[in-house]
């Protein structure tokens, strides 16, 4: 697949697409980045997740400062082509925090 | 938590909120859909995952046309606030293309 295969498969290659990011061995969901069509094609090639910063606005190798660097298995694309699945190998954890994934704040059911 | 508490822990609660939708017994990854606060609310009280459809710009109860309806069970806020993991239990298929999953197209590794 070339790049401008790739790109042809995104709904809107100008858009960032959010990236759902998976422990492929835990099967746990660690967090939610994103992606623009030159970080995805640097995880394809290099098979080291990046992502784009929004915050920074800038490419962000993760675990290029934490250490915490994410092998990348599979990258899925949905049904319509506007949101990726990643499966990694994580090394150390995925949140900035020190929690394993960054979706630890459940919310109480049947709370409103 | 009343329904203002709750927004409070949204980073901004203008912005519809990326949700992850994660199968809670086969723990696959399902889909990514959209929630503004107001379905939200209602999945919290309902019990049934509702979203906010982006195409028919319109609350989407997950299933009322096509019988397939997932209940929910935990809803989890990320670290920063813009991002929520859900996890269900999924009456039928996820996609509407017939598959169990919308993420069905693995992209090849090694591809740029």
Redesign the interface.
Known sequence: ???PE?IS?LKDPELLI?A?V?DVNT???L??AYMNTQSL?MT??S?RATYWSRSRNELWVKGATSGHFQQ?H???????GD???VTVTQTGVA???G?VT???????????
């Open positions: 697949m070339t790049n790739l498969l959010p759902i998976q099967r746990e969901v967090m939610l094609a394809l090639s098979g990348v599979s990258i899925s694309l949905d049904c319509d949101a990726l699945l949140c900035h925090t929690e960054c979706f630890h704040k459940p919310l109480p059911m049947s709370a409103l």
